[in-house]
Structures are given as C-alpha cells and as structure tokens.
C-alpha cells in the first residue's frame, strides 16, 4: 500500500514571496508523482507530473516539483507567489501498474496575501 | 460542454433514502473515475471504469455503493440507504485510458450531505 504526507494543512504568505508546500511518500514500488490544484469552486487540475527522467520537474503557472527518492519527496515550489495561486494544492501518488489510481495527500491550502 | 460535467451539484437526502449522482465525461475519454472527498481530507479512490467494465472497486466502502457505465461514457454512482457518514463531495474524473498517467480531468463535484 501507498500513502501520501502532506506536511502543512495551511501555508499562509505574502504576494511575490517564495512558497513551497511540502509532500513526503510511502510505497515498496516505484510511483509516479502528481501535484493538482484545486482553486475555489473549480475541479481538480494537474499541475506537474514526474514519471522518469529528470528528477525536476516544470509545471503550469511558473510552478516546479523536485522528486527525491532517498528522502521519499516531491515538494512544490514556486520563486514569487501571486494572488491567483490561492488554492487548494493536493500531492498524490500511483503506482504505474494500477492505471491512473491515484493516492492522494490530505491537501495544502496556501492563501497569498497581498 | 467540453470538461467533466456532474450533477446534481448539491444533494441533500435523509437518513435511509436512496441516492443517485451522475457523471458526464468528456467526450473520447474511455477511463472514468470516482473519488470521495470528506470535509478537510484528500480525495480518496472509490472505482474506475476502462469502458464499460470495473476495472477496479477496491474503494468502494461496503455494498451500499454501486456504480455502473453501461454505455462506456456517463456513470452513475448509486448510494442505498444512506448514512450521515456518507456525507462528502463525490468527484468524478475521466482520462482518455489507463495508459495516460495522471492526466485525470476532474468535474467540480456534487456535494451530498446526509441529515
């Protein structure tokens, strides 16, 4: 089985200042790695993704994901925060396997203050 | 409408009544999937659908929950007997099959809250 740790329910910060919202894994097989954004009254949407290859990873609206497999990682990041990334930001995890099941974390909400 | 369409949006019921949630998804997409969303947690995997078949039911809690796609594009979710417990946001997704890892499109869900 797989299980997702997302470190922070709530990651409060100003406009333009840096942000990274942290996503820790569990599993005895190689995953694949997904972060989604869930803004306000809108459905989930994929963010990044990392399925191989370089283990960083560029994703829409300026945001970027390292993936370390020594430290069962895949942290989001992103350099200067804007007031529309305000969300709900869900890590989540699949083994390639079982199809696009995806294990998801509990979820980040990050609130960009002006 | 071009992205996954849920209705209803909101659905209140009492205790013991029957429930139906219906997912339209979009157009081409052969894989189609439902998750549960409880107040403040992630999503969590209910079923998925390759076609017309389960392909895995894993998530389903107990057989109060059934869902079908008898035409391999809109499924329904269907709750018997419902409980408080079962109150979340079922969210419903689709991708064009299995292979396509991860590129799941989501609808915005419908809340069902259980008095």
């Keep these: ?114 | 409408g071009a992205g996954v369409s849920q209705t209803p949006s909101n659905k209140v019921t009492e205790k013991g009544k029957y429930v139906e949630l219906r997912c339209d998804p979009i157009s081409g997409h052969t894989a189609l999937y439902w998750y549960r969303q409880s107040l403040g947690q992630g999503p969590e995997f209910l079923i998925y659908f390759q076609g017309t078949g389960a392909a895995d039911d894993s998530g389903l809690p107990n057989d109060r929950f059934f869902a079908v796609r008898p035409e391999g594009s809109v499924s329904t979710l269907k709750i018997q007997r419902t409980e408080r417990g079962d109150s979340a946001v079922y969210l419903c997704a689709s991708s064009l099959d299995v292979s396509n890892t991860g590129e799941l499109f989501f609808g915005e869900g419908s809340r069902l809250t259980v008095l």
Aim: proline share 4%; with cysteine.
């Design chain 1, 1 to 114: 089985a797989q299980s997702v740790t997302q470190l922070d329910s709530q990651v409060p910060v100003f406009e333009e200042a840096p942000v990274e919202l942290r996503c820790n894994y569990s599993s005895s097989v190689s995953v694949y790695l997904f972060w989604y954004v869930q803004y306000p009254n809108q459905g989930l949407q994929l963010l990044l993704k990392y399925l191989s290859g370089s283990t960083l990873v560029k994703g829409i609206n300026g945001f970027e994901a390292e993936f370390n497999k020594s430290q069962t990682s895949f942290h989001l990041r992103k350099p200067s925060v804007h007031i529309s990334d305000t969300a709900e930001y869900f890590c989540a995890v699949s083994r390639g396997a079982a199809g696009n099941k995806l294990t998801f974390g509990g979820g980040t909400r990050v609130l960009v203050k002006p």
